[in-house]
């Protein structure tokens, strides 16, 4: 016979585990393991969130002439987002305009000036020194410099 | 985009040296992650200085055995504490032990704290104060009279075989608490030592460090507390008592310092990739905490003192109080080592370029005023155990375990 | 002062260990049930996706690209991340290196505002732009310290963070050799780029790499023979980050440095 000062308190401490076990599984997340250790609902609410950026291929759609205006030709391989923001509002209502509609020289800059850890084959200039006094779009943006960059 | 700039932080930005990569601006274990494996050591160091006196029959340690006992209960009721205030959302805390994922340290956490919580320390605990609460049931009225009936279990048995088989108990679960404790700070050294993204932390050597650093500071709490007790109470501190803890707590110290003197020879030995900017740390943001702190005032002072009494015929007195204070020198050493392992690691960049700077807050969740109730309430708890069960004898049933 | 031998018998004794355990357990339920068990009401992955049909991975070739932080920004307001300085998803760190000597490094607001001009006093043999994110690794140390499972490799192999089971602990955080996750204040969970899950299993691009107006970035399956990813494993000399941690990264860089960090 075990005296009770043994499996009493031992018993208690059973108890707790088999509560434990019992009691555990009720709360485990019904799609856990579901893929491996974690929700798998996780995926699906994570995949639902909202989209902000439409992607090329959305204003491709409506926009496919866009690469011969002079500006866009050169910059026919860059996502139109890239400038003019995440615009997924405008695809689904084009009365709402995209987000952006740089043409400030501080836009160009970001990626055309001068820097020596850019790739050497990148178009880029010294803007200080390169008709400082105009803006980019006198120039760029019509067909007097086709043959320029 | 107006942020909520938190200008705190965009002062920090200011005091980066070198190159960090941009998430690493901000600390993310702080104050109380420094606090909770210094909780939990000290928690396994009065349980293996109690293990001395239970398990390998050292006769001198006896006075102190149960208060050892409750200590380390305190310790470790307070310990999860600073955990769920750091959480995110510690209302989902459970989920650690509902889903645990089994490759995670952190996750056995739960585990090792409930096993060592409800197996070891509290079943000891009751054994050895079975006697005491059997008496107390019979004589306090109230609500504390349930309380005390409630823990007899109902079992009011105490003739001498009853208190035999007690004692058998108590010394079976000990043997088994012996690896428990070392467990239950072994996997926070683990914690550490498997990050292989971290070199300060993700060493071979950080559980070993981790559990001799809790054994030290475990051994130099009780040496203080039995002091400060003893003075308390009135009552005389045994000089043989002081002996015993202040030659374990010098042998313990000798050898969490070779184990610590070896971690920093291999590493310079070695030299792989990280020695630049680890010299860099500790010759720099960690040069007080650790060199300061750690080494000279909580390592080597205390090396010294502890070693003139094992070596000198010093008188009672003296001796008495430079064993008190190598013991307080020697908690506010491993204070310095939890400090320098967690928030050092944090400071330099895993990028090994750079460094970032640690703050604590002076009031808020994370913060130095939380950091010292926390590291103050272990005390009024035990405070409190004391005088639900008295661990001083003369005060229940006279139980002696050094036979 | 009566000597009791047992002051239950065996079975009142059981009945109030019992009773005592099952109110434990009932007030325990009452808060986890509260918090755990929340099941959402089915959302599911869009129509004809199998996550265990894809492998995404992400190449970068560092010799494009330009600096202009067009993918960090254009991150930040695909997946509202917090806009302070100190939390990113994805930046760009520029290197100007002399010799062999240690490289400057720097990345200002991850890259977003762009970056200075060159100091020309300084001589700089050598400078250019990286790229970093989340690395997708498929052996990642940081899925494997998570304690609940908050975070986990999707069996299409993207890294990911579970919003509403993450505690907060910040582990993963620790774990990661990289420096790409943070601790979201808002959320106040984990956070990392999650290769903008919600946009690729709808066919489109990731943020970052819709954006790069040079296709440095450019996004792969490693299970889709059509993916250029193949093309650009066997054309370049491919390397990853740190390759001694072995956490076997799907983001393969084409012209990275010695010096990359």
Known sequence: MIPPQIWRPLGILLAILLIYLGVRSFFVPATFYQYGHFRGNSLATIASRPVQYAGKKACMDCHDTIGEKPYHSKHKTVSCETCHGPSLGHVEDPSQLPSLKPTNKEWCARCHEANNARPKTFPQVVIARHYPDKDCMICHNSKKLEKKP | MAPNINPAMMEALQHVKGYIFPNELELQWGILIVIYPYLTGLVAGAFILASLNRVFHIRQIEPIYRLSLLTALAFLVIAPLPLLFHLGHPERALEVIITPHLTSPMAMFGFVYAWYLMVVLLLEIWYDFRADIVGFSKTKTGWLGMVYRILTLGFMDTSEKSLAVDDKMGRIITIIGIPSAILLHGYVGFIFGSIKANPWWGTVLMPVIFIFSAIVSGIALMLVLYVVTGRARNTPIKTECMDAMGKFLFYALVFDFALESLDWFHRFYEAEESIDILVLLVSGKLLFSLVGVQLILGTLIPLTTLGLTQVLEIPKKPRKIMYFWSAILILIGIFAVRWNVVIGGQLFSKSFAGFTTYKPDLIGRESLLVGSILLIMPFIILWVLTRFLPPWRGVGKEISHSS | ?261
């Not at chain 3, 100190?86 to 977003?112: A, C, L, Q």
């Open chain 3, 1 to 261: 002062m009566n000597q009791f031998s047992n002051l239950f018998s065996r079975r009142q004794f059981m009945r109030l260990v019992m009773k005592s355990m099952a109110l434990l357990a009932f007030l325990q339920t009452g808060v986890l049930f509260w918090f755990v068990r929340k099941s959402r009401a089915a959302t599911s992955l869009p129509e004809g996706y199998n996550p265990k049909d894809h492998k995404w991975c992400m190449s970068i070739d560092v010799r494009k690209c330009i600096g202009c932080g067009r993918c960090a920004a254009a991150c930040k307001m695909e997946n509202h991340v917090p806009p302070e300085p100190y939390y990113f998803r994805t930046w760009v760190e520029r290197y100007e290196v002399h010799g062999t000597d240690e490289p400057i490094i720097t990345s200002p607001n991850g890259g977003i505002d762009g970056f200075p001009p060159q100091n020309s006093s300084e001589e700089f043999e050598k400078s250019f732009y990286v790229p970093k994110l989340c690395n997708h690794c498929e052996t990642s140390p940081c899925t494997q310290v998570c304690p609940t499972g908050a975070t986990f490799v999707s069996p299409d192999g993207v890294v990911m963070i579970d919003y509403d089971y993450c505690i907060g602990c910040r582990f993963c955080i620790q774990a990661c050799p990289f420096g790409c996750r943070f601790f979201n204040p808002e959320t106040q969970t984990a956070d990392k780029c999650n290769l903008c899950y919600h946009r690729i299993t709808q066919g489109l691009l990731p943020a970052c790499v819709e954006v790069c107006p040079v296709g440095a970035r450019q996004f792969g399956d490693l299970k889709d023979p059509e993916s250029k990813i193949h093309a650009f494993l066997a054309e370049n000399q491919v390397d990853v980050l740190k390759p001694q941690l072995r956490t076997h990264p799907k983001v393969y860089y084409a012209g990275l440095d010695k010096a990359v960090k």
